[in-house]
């Protein structure tokens, strides 16, 4: 298949390529230096998406073995690269879009041997000062708000593919989701009952290699 013919899949990484999202698990499993309660503050309008991640991953404070602990605890689907290849082979282009953080993702992307295409918010992490988290401003997608513009990145997919595919379960997610069609918007956790009360149509699903499974059983 020649690269502009090919089918293209957006995806969310915390909570979609993974069980868990990492800033959960360091607020519940981490030491912190935060008295402050940043995510709330975010839920409730006061500050970005992108603030209050900000702020969670420099308030940790844990040493290496604390750090990968909490990787290892989001719990990325174990079938992801055979997922990836079988989707590669059918044609498909697989984009990374992530509110959260490129240090994290390319860790555990790195640890199961996929290479994948990434666009998330740079950061680096050390025990004296957590993970620093900046915004990409350079980005052909960058936007204040989350640092990377998601839905930006699936107006870009439709152009190309317009039965793009997108999948993501957060907040940031539910802008690109109503972006393609009903039948190509794969959502689980909190976009999945927001799609539910609002009546929209969607695929659910558990694990990310659900996702390759019907998407090669339909193309």
Not at 160 to 185: E, K, M, W
Request: with cysteine.
């Amino acid at each position: 298949m020649s690269p502009s013919n090919k089918r293209i899949l957006v995806t969310d990484f915390d909570g979609t390529m993974t069980t868990y999202d990492f800033f959960t698990l360091a607020r519940r499993d981490l030491p912190s230096a935060a008295d402050h309660d940043h995510w709330a503050d975010y839920v409730d309008g006061h500050i970005t998406h992108f603030e209050a991640l900000q702020r969670i991953f420099a308030s940790i404070r844990t040493d290496w073995a604390g750090v990968e602990g909490v990787l290892e605890r989001m719990e990325l689907d174990p079938e992801l690269p055979s997922a990836v290849k079988r989707l590669r082979d059918a044609g498909w282009d697989i984009r990374v879009a992530s509110a959260g953080c490129e240090w994290y993702i390319r860790r555990l992307l790195d640890k199961a041997g996929v290479q994948l295409e990434v666009y998330a918010n740079p950061g680096v992490f050390a025990p004296e000062t957590g993970l620093t988290l900046s915004l990409p401003v350079d980005s052909p997608y960058f936007l204040h708000e989350t640092g990377i513009d998601k839905s930006a990145l699936v107006r870009a997919a439709l152009k190309r593919d317009p039965q793009a595919v997108f999948a993501g379960d957060g907040r940031p997610d539910l802008a690109p989701s109503n972006l393609v069609l009903p039948s190509r918007r794969f959502a689980c956790g909190w976009l999945a009952q927001h799609l539910e009360q609002t009546g929209e149509a969607y695929h659910p699903f558990e694990t990310w290699s659900q996702i390759a499974d019907q998407l090669l059983e339909e193309f």
